[in-house]
């Protein structure tokens, strides 16, 4: 019988440092790991433990994989630990994914805040895939200060990319910085997306995203056409464990995507 909490062995390839608590880790299983943008994979440090993260790489290359991780407990801080060579482990994929083919003809509203762009960076990569299919893509995306922004140095290239426009803001300026200040809420404005030809896609802290769904309600979004990443205190991956619940819903297999209309019923679903 199948060993379903068996992870696939791994090695660390290359470790990039995105922030002074965020990095980006680039790891080669033994075999082809596919996924598809908003699941989640099980990273297991051997002997220690393991936490779910979003890849963020591309869910085309199947090869290798990369996971953009925060340090901000024991598992994660081992993590931030690992180099060139060191052994994981890998498990999944979990979760259902983005909707991809259901976003074409429509304008697309991407809101992340911290971390969260991570999860958003793979879904990027999918919306790039599809293009030709969208209308167009608006990213917004909030940070403490300038230094808290992932992905830095592959910014400016994303900006290249067709019908795409992306728009940063930060809670505190730096030395330098000329783009708004303020929480990501400021820069979102009514006339970014039409909401009635659009979907909105938010990820990032709980209370920012409580915040963010707010505002899109009041520009005029639609619940269904509201898609939130409730990734919370996952732990088996399959339904066994029961930490992951939300209401009637198991976060790791009826999410972590949802749309405000599945979860809106539910008490502070933040």
């Known amino acids: 019988m199948e060993n379903l909490y068996k992870p696939v062995k791994a090695r660390t390839e290359k470790v990039i440092t995105e922030t002074s608590n965020i990095k980006t880790f680039l790891f080669r299983p033994e075999k082809p790991l596919a996924f598809l943008p908003g699941q989640f994979m099980l ?8 936490c779910a993260f979003t890849p963020s790489s591309d869910y085309r290359i199947t090869e290798t994989l990369e996971f953009t991780i925060m340090r901000a407990g024991s598992v994660t801080s081992l993590i931030h630990q690992l180099k060139a060579g060191d052994p994981v ?14 976003f074409h003809g429509k304008e697309i509203y991407v809101i992340g805040g911290g971390v969260g762009l991570a999860p958003l ?6 919306l790039d895939h599809e293009i030709d299919h969208l209308k167009k893509v608006e990213v917004r995306f909030g940070a403490r200060t300038p230094a808290d922004i992932a992905y830095r140095d592959a910014i ?12 940063i803001s930060v809670d505190t300026a730096g ?7 303020g929480l990501v809420t400021t820069i979102l404005e009514d006339d970014d ?10 990820c990032g802290p709980p209370i920012m995203m409580k915040f963010v769904n707010t505002r899109l309600l009041a520009m005029g979004f639609a619940p269904k056409n509201i898609y939130l990443s ?31 209309e599945q979860i809106k019923d539910i008490p502070e679903p933040w």
């Open 121 to 126: 960076r793979a879904l990027l990569y999918g």
């Open 43 to 50: 990273v297991t440090v051997p002997g220690a433990g393991e």
């Open 156 to 167: 400016p290239q994303w900006q290249k990319r067709k019908k795409t426009k992306i728009v």
């Open 230 to 260: 409730m990734e919370k205190n996952m732990s088996c991956g399959i339904g066994k464990c029961f930490h992951c619940n939300l209401g009637k819903y198991f976060v790791c297999k009826d999410g972590p995507v949802f749309t405000w």
């Open 175 to 181: 030395p330098g910085w000329t783009g708004n200040v």
């Open 193 to 202: 997306v039409d909401p009635n030809n659009a979907v909105a896609v938010v």
């Open 89 to 102: 482990g890998l498990r999944g994929p979990y979760g259902k994914p983005y909707p991809l083919k259901d």
